[in-house]
Protein backbone atom coordinates (compact mmCIF):
# COMPACT_ATOMS: atom_id res chain seq x y z
CA UNK A 1 0.00 0.00 0.00
CA UNK A 2 2.77 2.26 -0.25
CA UNK A 3 1.85 4.18 -3.53
CA UNK A 4 -1.35 5.23 -1.39
CA UNK A 5 0.97 6.46 1.45
CA UNK A 6 1.62 10.12 1.77
CA UNK A 7 6.05 10.16 0.60
CA UNK A 8 6.95 10.83 4.35
CA UNK A 9 5.01 8.17 6.14
CA UNK A 10 6.51 5.76 3.43
CA UNK A 11 10.06 7.31 3.70
CA UNK A 12 9.93 6.68 7.74
CA UNK A 13 8.37 2.91 6.36
CA UNK A 14 11.70 1.81 3.99
CA UNK A 15 14.05 3.60 5.41
CA UNK A 16 17.05 1.98 6.53
CA UNK A 17 18.00 1.22 10.13
CA UNK A 18 20.47 4.18 10.99
CA UNK A 19 21.26 6.18 14.08
CA UNK A 20 18.84 8.42 14.57
CA UNK A 21 16.39 5.00 15.50
CA UNK A 22 19.61 3.77 17.64
CA UNK A 23 19.23 7.70 19.34
CA UNK A 24 15.35 7.45 20.10
CA UNK A 25 15.80 4.04 21.42
CA UNK A 26 18.31 5.53 23.92
CA UNK A 27 16.11 8.66 24.64
CA UNK A 28 12.99 6.70 25.12
CA UNK A 29 14.65 3.75 26.79
CA UNK A 30 16.20 6.22 29.41
CA UNK A 31 12.76 6.93 30.64
CA UNK A 32 11.71 3.33 30.88
CA UNK A 33 15.35 2.43 32.89
CA UNK A 34 13.91 5.15 35.31
CA UNK A 35 10.62 3.57 35.02
CA UNK A 36 11.47 0.76 36.30
CA UNK A 37 14.29 1.70 38.62
CA UNK A 38 11.39 3.64 40.22
CA UNK A 39 8.42 1.36 40.41
CA UNK A 40 10.71 -1.83 41.82
CA UNK A 41 13.47 -0.09 43.94
CA UNK A 42 10.34 0.55 46.14
CA UNK A 43 10.54 -3.80 47.11
CA UNK A 44 14.37 -3.60 48.09
CA UNK A 45 13.82 -1.06 50.99
CA UNK A 46 10.10 -2.07 52.83
CA UNK A 47 11.48 -4.62 54.84
CA UNK A 48 14.31 -1.84 56.06
CA UNK A 49 11.63 0.90 56.48
CA UNK A 50 9.30 -1.41 58.58
CA UNK A 51 12.71 -2.30 61.17
CA UNK A 52 12.86 2.05 61.26
CA UNK A 53 9.74 2.87 61.46
CA UNK A 54 7.41 -0.04 63.31
CA UNK A 55 9.66 -1.78 65.68
CA UNK A 56 8.59 -2.61 68.86
CA UNK A 57 11.13 -2.91 71.67
CA UNK A 58 11.62 -6.71 72.70
CA UNK A 59 9.41 -8.32 69.94
CA UNK A 60 10.97 -11.55 69.28
CA UNK A 61 11.24 -10.44 65.54
CA UNK A 62 11.77 -7.08 63.42
CA UNK A 63 9.24 -4.57 63.05
CA UNK A 64 7.17 -5.16 59.39
CA UNK A 65 5.45 -2.44 57.59
CA UNK A 66 1.57 -2.76 59.33
CA UNK A 67 -0.76 -4.42 55.90
CA UNK A 68 -2.30 -0.69 55.31
CA UNK A 69 1.04 1.26 54.94
CA UNK A 70 2.55 -1.71 53.37
CA UNK A 71 -0.34 -1.70 50.67
CA UNK A 72 -0.03 1.93 50.18
CA UNK A 73 3.59 2.26 49.49
CA UNK A 74 4.01 -0.25 47.83
CA UNK A 75 0.69 0.37 45.72
CA UNK A 76 0.89 4.12 45.69
CA UNK A 77 2.82 4.28 42.65
CA UNK A 78 0.49 2.41 40.57
CA UNK A 79 -2.26 4.29 41.21
CA UNK A 80 -0.78 7.14 40.27
CA UNK A 81 0.91 5.78 37.02
CA UNK A 82 -2.89 4.62 36.12
CA UNK A 83 -3.98 8.11 36.40
CA UNK A 84 -0.90 9.81 34.15
CA UNK A 85 -1.21 6.59 31.31
CA UNK A 86 -4.82 7.87 30.89
CA UNK A 87 -4.10 11.81 31.27
CA UNK A 88 -0.74 12.12 29.42
CA UNK A 89 -2.06 9.43 27.00
CA UNK A 90 -4.92 11.42 25.82
CA UNK A 91 -2.60 14.44 26.24
CA UNK A 92 -0.27 12.99 23.60
CA UNK A 93 -2.94 12.98 20.91
CA UNK A 94 -4.20 16.62 22.12
CA UNK A 95 -0.91 18.66 22.21
CA UNK A 96 1.87 16.34 20.54
CA UNK A 97 3.70 13.69 21.32
CA UNK A 98 6.72 15.66 21.91
CA UNK A 99 5.39 19.05 24.03
CA UNK A 100 4.27 16.46 26.39
CA UNK A 101 7.13 14.10 26.65
CA UNK A 102 9.09 16.90 28.55
CA UNK A 103 6.51 17.23 31.38
CA UNK A 104 6.79 13.15 32.14
CA UNK A 105 10.58 13.37 32.77
CA UNK A 106 10.58 16.57 35.03
CA UNK A 107 7.93 14.81 37.22
CA UNK A 108 9.85 12.21 37.40
CA UNK A 109 13.19 13.74 38.25
CA UNK A 110 11.39 15.91 41.15
CA UNK A 111 9.52 13.07 42.26
CA UNK A 112 12.51 10.63 42.84
CA UNK A 113 14.34 13.07 44.67
CA UNK A 114 11.22 14.42 46.82
CA UNK A 115 10.80 10.55 47.83
CA UNK A 116 14.18 10.41 49.51
CA UNK A 117 13.79 13.56 51.11
CA UNK A 118 10.25 12.01 52.74
CA UNK A 119 10.28 14.15 55.97
CA UNK A 120 8.25 14.16 59.35
CA UNK A 121 7.72 14.13 63.17
CA UNK A 122 6.50 10.64 63.28
CA UNK A 123 6.52 7.24 61.42
CA UNK A 124 3.57 7.97 59.81
CA UNK A 125 4.30 11.37 58.97
CA UNK A 126 7.39 10.10 57.08
CA UNK A 127 5.29 7.17 55.44
CA UNK A 128 2.68 9.77 54.20
CA UNK A 129 5.45 11.80 52.47
CA UNK A 130 6.91 9.30 50.65
CA UNK A 131 3.40 7.59 49.36
CA UNK A 132 2.56 11.70 48.37
CA UNK A 133 5.65 11.48 46.47
CA UNK A 134 5.71 8.31 44.81
CA UNK A 135 1.70 8.92 43.96
CA UNK A 136 3.03 12.12 41.77
CA UNK A 137 6.34 10.02 40.89
CA UNK A 138 3.88 7.09 38.86
CA UNK A 139 1.87 9.83 37.67
CA UNK A 140 5.07 11.15 35.63
CA UNK A 141 6.06 7.53 34.65
CA UNK A 142 2.81 6.82 33.60
CA UNK A 143 2.88 9.45 30.85
CA UNK A 144 6.17 7.74 29.84
CA UNK A 145 4.58 4.43 28.82
CA UNK A 146 2.19 5.40 26.32
CA UNK A 147 4.31 8.89 24.18
CA UNK A 148 7.74 6.63 24.49
CA UNK A 149 5.49 3.54 22.77
CA UNK A 150 3.76 5.92 20.25
CA UNK A 151 6.96 8.14 19.69
CA UNK A 152 9.35 4.87 18.85
CA UNK A 153 6.71 3.08 16.73
CA UNK A 154 6.24 5.76 14.52
CA UNK A 155 9.73 7.01 13.92
CA UNK A 156 10.19 3.45 13.22
CA UNK A 157 10.28 1.63 9.70
CA UNK A 158 7.79 -1.59 9.11
CA UNK A 159 10.34 -4.19 9.09
CA UNK A 160 12.25 -3.44 12.25
CA UNK A 161 9.84 -1.73 14.47
CA UNK A 162 8.94 -4.42 16.43
CA UNK A 163 12.18 -4.38 17.58
CA UNK A 164 12.70 -0.52 18.39
CA UNK A 165 9.95 -0.51 20.31
CA UNK A 166 10.64 -3.97 22.18
CA UNK A 167 14.22 -2.52 22.74
CA UNK A 168 12.96 0.80 24.37
CA UNK A 169 10.65 -1.55 26.88
CA UNK A 170 13.97 -3.89 27.24
CA UNK A 171 15.58 -0.81 29.36
CA UNK A 172 13.01 -1.67 32.12
CA UNK A 173 15.03 -4.62 32.29
CA UNK A 174 18.68 -2.84 33.16
CA UNK A 175 16.06 -0.20 35.27
CA UNK A 176 15.51 -3.10 37.31
CA UNK A 177 19.02 -4.76 37.66
CA UNK A 178 20.26 -1.51 38.43
CA UNK A 179 18.16 -1.01 41.37
CA UNK A 180 19.51 -4.38 42.60
CA UNK A 181 23.06 -2.91 41.91
CA UNK A 182 22.37 0.57 43.79
CA UNK A 183 20.97 -1.26 46.69
CA UNK A 184 23.87 -3.90 46.94
CA UNK A 185 26.97 -0.96 46.65
CA UNK A 186 25.11 1.43 49.06
CA UNK A 187 23.55 -1.11 51.75
CA UNK A 188 27.29 -2.52 51.22
CA UNK A 189 29.33 0.36 51.78
CA UNK A 190 27.45 1.29 54.99
CA UNK A 191 27.26 -2.27 56.61
CA UNK A 192 30.80 -2.08 56.56
CA UNK A 193 31.30 1.36 57.38
CA UNK A 194 28.61 0.90 60.58
CA UNK A 195 28.81 -3.10 61.75
CA UNK A 196 25.97 -3.94 63.63
CA UNK A 197 24.80 -7.25 65.51
CA UNK A 198 22.18 -9.27 64.13
CA UNK A 199 18.43 -8.91 65.93
CA UNK A 200 18.46 -11.61 67.98
CA UNK A 201 21.29 -10.88 69.67
CA UNK A 202 20.72 -7.15 70.11
CA UNK A 203 16.83 -5.39 69.14
CA UNK A 204 17.87 -2.28 68.41
CA UNK A 205 21.54 -2.00 67.65
CA UNK A 206 20.70 -4.24 64.58
CA UNK A 207 19.11 -1.25 63.19
CA UNK A 208 22.15 1.68 63.03
CA UNK A 209 20.84 5.39 62.55
CA UNK A 210 22.94 5.34 59.40
CA UNK A 211 20.26 2.95 57.54
CA UNK A 212 17.84 6.09 57.56
CA UNK A 213 19.89 7.31 54.90
CA UNK A 214 20.22 3.92 52.74
CA UNK A 215 16.94 3.80 51.24
CA UNK A 216 17.03 7.44 50.70
CA UNK A 217 19.70 7.66 48.92
CA UNK A 218 18.70 4.23 46.62
CA UNK A 219 15.09 6.15 45.61
CA UNK A 220 16.84 9.10 44.83
CA UNK A 221 19.25 7.49 42.54
CA UNK A 222 16.48 7.21 40.01
CA UNK A 223 16.45 10.81 39.38
CA UNK A 224 19.90 10.94 37.73
CA UNK A 225 19.51 8.97 34.16
CA UNK A 226 15.85 10.66 33.84
CA UNK A 227 17.69 13.65 34.01
CA UNK A 228 20.52 13.21 32.12
CA UNK A 229 18.34 12.40 29.35
CA UNK A 230 16.17 15.93 29.68
CA UNK A 231 18.10 17.48 27.05
CA UNK A 232 17.92 14.92 24.24
CA UNK A 233 13.81 14.33 24.86
CA UNK A 234 13.76 18.28 24.18
CA UNK A 235 16.15 17.86 20.83
CA UNK A 236 13.74 15.32 19.10
CA UNK A 237 11.40 17.16 16.58
CA UNK A 238 7.43 15.68 16.48
CA UNK A 239 6.94 12.51 14.60
CA UNK A 240 5.69 12.86 11.17
CA UNK A 241 2.38 11.06 11.63
CA UNK A 242 1.51 13.03 14.31
CA UNK A 243 2.18 16.43 12.30
CA UNK A 244 1.17 15.25 9.21
CA UNK A 245 -2.25 13.01 10.32
CA UNK A 246 -3.24 14.42 13.29
CA UNK A 247 -2.03 18.29 13.33
CA UNK A 248 -2.43 18.32 9.20
CA UNK A 249 0.77 19.90 8.46
CA UNK A 250 2.49 18.19 5.61
CA UNK A 251 4.92 20.67 4.98
CA UNK A 252 6.31 20.66 8.63
CA UNK A 253 6.35 16.56 8.85
CA UNK A 254 8.07 16.53 5.21
CA UNK A 255 10.69 18.91 6.53
CA UNK A 256 12.02 17.48 9.94
CA UNK A 257 11.97 13.35 8.50
CA UNK A 258 14.19 14.87 5.53
CA UNK A 259 16.27 16.49 7.75
CA UNK A 260 16.68 12.96 10.32
CA UNK A 261 16.30 11.10 6.98
CA UNK A 262 18.61 13.02 4.81
CA UNK A 263 16.57 12.56 1.52
CA UNK A 264 14.48 14.80 -0.53
CA UNK A 265 10.92 14.57 0.61
CA UNK A 266 7.77 16.40 -1.24
CA UNK A 267 5.04 17.20 1.03
CA UNK A 268 1.98 16.91 -0.44
CA UNK A 269 -0.82 19.42 1.20
CA UNK A 270 -3.44 18.85 -1.02
CA UNK A 271 -3.30 14.97 -0.11
CA UNK A 272 -3.75 15.57 3.53
CA UNK A 273 -6.09 17.90 2.78
CA UNK A 274 -8.21 15.37 0.91
CA UNK A 275 -7.56 12.73 3.83
CA UNK A 276 -8.87 15.31 6.45
CA UNK A 277 -12.51 16.00 4.09
CA UNK A 278 -12.91 11.83 3.81
CA UNK A 279 -15.59 10.94 6.67
CA UNK A 280 -13.89 7.54 7.32
CA UNK A 281 -11.21 9.11 8.95
CA UNK A 282 -12.32 11.18 11.89
CA UNK A 283 -14.05 9.03 14.19
CA UNK A 284 -13.32 9.37 17.73
CA UNK A 285 -12.95 6.97 20.64
CA UNK A 286 -16.30 6.76 21.73
CA UNK A 287 -17.94 6.29 18.08
CA UNK A 288 -19.47 3.02 16.53
CA UNK A 289 -17.24 3.14 13.82
CA UNK A 290 -13.92 2.96 16.37
CA UNK A 291 -16.24 0.01 18.37
CA UNK A 292 -16.61 -1.87 14.50
CA UNK A 293 -12.69 -1.63 13.60
CA UNK A 294 -11.34 -1.61 16.90
CA UNK A 295 -13.23 -2.68 19.75
CA UNK A 296 -12.04 -6.15 20.20
CA UNK A 297 -8.32 -5.11 19.56
CA UNK A 298 -9.12 -2.77 22.44
CA UNK A 299 -10.33 -5.53 24.64
CA UNK A 300 -7.89 -7.81 23.78
CA UNK A 301 -4.61 -5.14 24.56
CA UNK A 302 -6.40 -4.21 27.89
CA UNK A 303 -7.46 -7.82 29.31
CA UNK A 304 -4.10 -9.07 28.17
CA UNK A 305 -2.30 -6.34 29.98
CA UNK A 306 -4.22 -6.26 32.68
CA UNK A 307 -3.63 -10.33 33.78
CA UNK A 308 0.28 -10.12 32.86
CA UNK A 309 0.41 -7.29 35.02
CA UNK A 310 -0.99 -9.18 38.05
CA UNK A 311 1.20 -11.97 37.59
CA UNK A 312 4.05 -9.95 37.01
CA UNK A 313 4.26 -7.01 39.58
CA UNK A 314 2.90 -9.81 42.24
CA UNK A 315 6.12 -11.82 41.73
CA UNK A 316 8.34 -8.18 41.18
CA UNK A 317 7.45 -7.20 44.27
CA UNK A 318 7.03 -9.64 46.87
CA UNK A 319 9.74 -12.10 45.87
CA UNK A 320 11.46 -11.19 48.65
CA UNK A 321 8.89 -12.84 50.80
CA UNK A 322 8.28 -16.36 48.68
CA UNK A 323 12.32 -16.47 49.13
CA UNK A 324 11.65 -15.82 52.62
CA UNK A 325 9.10 -18.58 53.01
CA UNK A 326 11.18 -20.93 51.18
CA UNK A 327 14.56 -20.43 53.21
CA UNK A 328 16.73 -18.81 49.87
CA UNK A 329 16.48 -15.65 52.49
CA UNK A 330 17.08 -16.27 55.96
CA UNK A 331 15.42 -15.51 58.63
CA UNK A 332 14.65 -11.86 59.53
CA UNK A 333 15.93 -12.09 63.55
CA UNK A 334 19.13 -13.38 62.08
CA UNK A 335 20.37 -10.99 60.12
CA UNK A 336 20.93 -6.93 60.89
CA UNK A 337 18.46 -4.38 59.14
CA UNK A 338 21.80 -3.27 56.44
CA UNK A 339 22.40 -7.04 56.15
CA UNK A 340 18.87 -7.98 55.04
CA UNK A 341 18.89 -5.04 52.54
CA UNK A 342 21.74 -6.54 51.27
CA UNK A 343 20.39 -10.30 51.08
CA UNK A 344 17.44 -8.84 49.27
CA UNK A 345 18.99 -7.44 46.90
CA UNK A 346 21.38 -9.93 45.91
CA UNK A 347 18.84 -12.32 45.32
CA UNK A 348 16.49 -9.75 43.18
CA UNK A 349 19.84 -9.05 41.21
CA UNK A 350 20.82 -12.76 40.56
CA UNK A 351 17.04 -13.03 39.23
CA UNK A 352 17.04 -9.92 37.20
CA UNK A 353 20.76 -10.74 35.51
CA UNK A 354 19.60 -14.39 34.61
CA UNK A 355 16.13 -14.36 33.50
CA UNK A 356 14.38 -10.90 33.38
CA UNK A 357 16.82 -8.86 31.33
CA UNK A 358 17.76 -11.88 29.10
CA UNK A 359 13.93 -12.17 29.09
CA UNK A 360 13.66 -8.57 27.26
CA UNK A 361 16.37 -8.98 24.51
CA UNK A 362 15.24 -12.66 22.96
CA UNK A 363 11.74 -10.83 22.11
CA UNK A 364 14.05 -8.12 21.13
CA UNK A 365 16.24 -10.71 19.07
CA UNK A 366 12.79 -12.52 17.96
CA UNK A 367 9.92 -10.53 17.74
CA UNK A 368 10.07 -9.38 13.82
CA UNK A 369 10.85 -13.05 13.21
CA UNK A 370 8.05 -14.61 14.76
CA UNK A 371 5.61 -12.36 15.27
CA UNK A 372 3.90 -10.36 18.42
CA UNK A 373 1.28 -12.77 18.79
CA UNK A 374 2.91 -15.87 18.62
CA UNK A 375 5.52 -14.78 21.40
CA UNK A 376 2.39 -13.53 23.29
CA UNK A 377 0.98 -16.86 23.52
CA UNK A 378 4.40 -18.77 24.19
CA UNK A 379 5.12 -16.31 27.08
CA UNK A 380 1.29 -16.89 28.65
CA UNK A 381 1.54 -20.58 27.76
CA UNK A 382 5.14 -20.97 29.70
CA UNK A 383 4.44 -18.89 32.33
CA UNK A 384 0.81 -20.74 33.24
CA UNK A 385 3.06 -24.46 32.85
CA UNK A 386 6.18 -23.08 35.28
CA UNK A 387 3.48 -21.65 37.89
CA UNK A 388 1.86 -24.42 38.08
CA UNK A 389 5.28 -26.71 38.43
CA UNK A 390 5.97 -24.28 41.24
CA UNK A 391 2.91 -24.12 43.24
CA UNK A 392 1.13 -27.91 43.20
CA UNK A 393 4.63 -29.62 44.26
CA UNK A 394 4.98 -26.79 46.52
CA UNK A 395 6.24 -27.99 49.83
CA UNK A 396 8.90 -30.18 47.62
CA UNK A 397 10.04 -27.40 46.64
CA UNK A 398 10.30 -25.57 50.34
CA UNK A 399 13.04 -28.46 51.01
CA UNK A 400 16.34 -27.04 51.49
CA UNK A 401 17.99 -29.77 48.88
CA UNK A 402 15.30 -28.02 46.84
CA UNK A 403 15.54 -24.33 46.73
CA UNK A 404 17.45 -24.12 43.96
CA UNK A 405 15.35 -25.83 41.72
CA UNK A 406 12.62 -23.69 43.08
CA UNK A 407 14.98 -20.69 42.45
CA UNK A 408 15.02 -21.58 38.72
CA UNK A 409 11.69 -22.31 38.31
CA UNK A 410 10.69 -18.89 39.33
CA UNK A 411 13.60 -17.14 37.26
CA UNK A 412 12.39 -19.14 34.22
CA UNK A 413 8.15 -17.50 34.91
CA UNK A 414 10.05 -14.03 34.58
CA UNK A 415 12.12 -15.48 31.38
CA UNK A 416 8.80 -16.07 29.43
CA UNK A 417 7.04 -13.17 30.97
CA UNK A 418 9.18 -10.87 29.55
CA UNK A 419 10.22 -13.22 26.20
CA UNK A 420 6.39 -13.18 25.88
CA UNK A 421 3.61 -10.54 27.45
CA UNK A 422 5.62 -8.51 28.89
CA UNK A 423 6.97 -6.67 26.37
CA UNK A 424 4.63 -7.31 23.54
CA UNK A 425 1.31 -6.23 25.27
CA UNK A 426 3.52 -2.78 25.03
CA UNK A 427 4.48 -3.04 21.86
CA UNK A 428 1.07 -4.29 19.81
CA UNK A 429 -0.80 -0.91 20.90
CA UNK A 430 1.43 1.68 19.81
CA UNK A 431 0.78 -0.38 16.47
CA UNK A 432 -3.07 -1.15 15.35
CA UNK A 433 -4.41 1.96 16.47
CA UNK A 434 -5.22 5.47 14.01
CA UNK A 435 -2.63 8.05 14.53
CA UNK A 436 -4.75 10.42 16.58
CA UNK A 437 -6.02 8.01 18.88
CA UNK A 438 -2.64 5.87 19.13
CA UNK A 439 -0.97 7.43 21.80
CA UNK A 440 -4.93 7.40 24.03
CA UNK A 441 -5.38 4.00 23.04
CA UNK A 442 -1.97 3.15 24.41
CA UNK A 443 -2.24 5.34 27.62
CA UNK A 444 -6.04 3.10 28.03
CA UNK A 445 -4.36 -0.55 27.45
CA UNK A 446 -1.36 0.35 29.84
CA UNK A 447 -3.69 2.15 32.28
CA UNK A 448 -5.52 -1.60 32.61
CA UNK A 449 -1.93 -3.37 33.18
CA UNK A 450 -1.51 -1.07 36.12
CA UNK A 451 -5.23 -2.14 37.49
CA UNK A 452 -3.95 -5.56 37.86
CA UNK A 453 -0.55 -4.48 38.81
CA UNK A 454 -2.52 -2.74 41.71
CA UNK A 455 -4.48 -6.10 42.32
CA UNK A 456 -1.39 -8.06 42.53
CA UNK A 457 0.64 -5.98 44.98
CA UNK A 458 -2.65 -5.41 46.99
CA UNK A 459 -4.17 -9.33 46.27
CA UNK A 460 -0.52 -11.06 46.79
CA UNK A 461 0.53 -9.27 49.75
CA UNK A 462 -2.73 -10.62 51.76
CA UNK A 463 -3.30 -13.91 49.67
CA UNK A 464 -0.05 -15.55 50.28
CA UNK A 465 -0.37 -14.91 54.11
CA UNK A 466 -0.13 -18.51 55.57
CA UNK A 467 -3.41 -20.15 56.73
CA UNK A 468 -2.10 -21.14 59.90
CA UNK A 469 -2.95 -18.21 62.18
CA UNK A 470 0.82 -18.51 64.19
CA UNK A 471 2.80 -18.30 60.91
CA UNK A 472 0.93 -15.22 59.83
CA UNK A 473 2.91 -11.91 59.61
CA UNK A 474 1.84 -9.45 62.45
CA UNK A 475 -0.94 -7.12 61.86
CA UNK A 476 -2.24 -9.58 58.84
CA UNK A 477 -5.05 -11.91 58.58
CA UNK A 478 -5.11 -15.31 57.54
CA UNK A 479 -4.64 -15.78 53.57
CA UNK A 480 -4.61 -18.63 51.71
CA UNK A 481 -0.95 -19.61 51.67
CA UNK A 482 1.75 -19.05 48.77
CA UNK A 483 0.94 -22.29 47.69
CA UNK A 484 -2.69 -21.38 46.41
CA UNK A 485 -1.45 -17.92 45.80
CA UNK A 486 0.50 -19.57 42.85
CA UNK A 487 -1.89 -21.23 42.06
CA UNK A 488 -4.65 -18.24 41.17
CA UNK A 489 -1.51 -16.90 39.07
CA UNK A 490 -1.35 -19.43 37.12
CA UNK A 491 -5.02 -19.27 36.25
CA UNK A 492 -4.65 -15.77 35.40
CA UNK A 493 -1.81 -16.68 33.09
CA UNK A 494 -3.84 -19.32 31.45
CA UNK A 495 -6.66 -16.49 30.89
CA UNK A 496 -3.81 -14.44 29.14
CA UNK A 497 -3.90 -17.02 26.77
CA UNK A 498 -7.19 -16.68 25.53
CA UNK A 499 -7.50 -13.32 25.50
CA UNK A 500 -4.25 -12.88 23.34
CA UNK A 501 -6.80 -14.66 20.56
CA UNK A 502 -8.13 -11.34 20.49
CA UNK A 503 -5.37 -9.01 19.58
CA UNK A 504 -4.36 -9.01 15.82
CA UNK A 505 -1.05 -9.40 14.43
CA UNK A 506 1.25 -6.54 13.37
CA UNK A 507 4.56 -8.01 11.73
CA UNK A 508 6.06 -6.41 8.94
CA UNK A 509 2.86 -3.89 8.29
CA UNK A 510 2.84 -0.25 8.40
CA UNK A 511 1.16 2.03 11.27
CA UNK A 512 -1.81 2.86 8.63
CA UNK A 513 -2.42 -1.01 7.02
CA UNK A 514 -3.29 -1.35 11.25
CA UNK A 515 -5.03 0.93 11.66
CA UNK A 516 -7.01 0.89 8.31
CA UNK A 517 -6.06 4.72 8.01
CA UNK A 518 -4.81 3.27 4.56
CA UNK A 519 -8.30 3.52 3.52
CA UNK A 520 -9.24 6.83 3.30
CA UNK A 521 -6.01 7.74 1.02
CA UNK A 522 -7.01 4.61 -1.24
CA UNK A 523 -10.47 6.78 -2.05
CA UNK A 524 -8.28 9.75 -2.60
CA UNK A 525 -5.66 7.49 -5.32
CA UNK A 526 -8.66 6.10 -7.03
CA UNK A 527 -8.08 6.99 -10.29
CA UNK A 528 -5.16 8.65 -10.31
CA UNK A 529 -1.86 7.18 -11.61
CA UNK A 530 -0.17 6.49 -8.28
CA UNK A 531 4.03 7.23 -9.48
CA UNK A 532 6.65 5.09 -7.14
CA UNK A 533 8.02 7.14 -4.43
CA UNK A 534 11.94 7.14 -4.29
CA UNK A 535 13.47 7.85 -1.28
Known amino acids: MAKDQL ?18 IV ?20 KLLGRIYYHHEGAPKPGILPPGISAAVNGVAFVGTLSGQLFFGWLGDKMGRKRVYGMTLMIMVICSIGSGLSFGKTPSGVIATLCFFRFWLGFGIGGDYPLSATIMSEYANKKTRGAFIAAVFAMQGFGILTGGIVALVVSGAFKNAYPAPIYSVNNEGSTPQEADIVWRIILMFGAIPALLTYYWRMKMPETAR ?22 EIEAEDDKIEKIVEIEGNNFGLFSKEFLHRHGLHLLGTTSTWFLLDIAFYSQNLFQKDIFSKIGWIPHPETMN ?13 LIALCSTVPGYWFTVAFIDRMGRFAIQLMGFFFMTVFMFALAIPYNHWTKKENRIGFVIMYSLTFFFANFGPNATTFVVPAEIFPARLRST ?60 LLVPESKGKSLEEMSKENEGEEEITKGENAKPISV
Open 441 to 500: CHGISAAAGKAGAIVGAFGFLYAAQSTDPSKVDAGYPTGIGVKNALIVLGCVNFLGILFT
Open 337 to 349: ALDEVFKIAKAQT
Open 7 to 24: QVLNALDVAKTQLYHFTA
Open 242 to 263: YTALVAKNATKAAFDMSKVLNV
Open 27 to 46: IAGMGFFTDAYDLFCISLVT
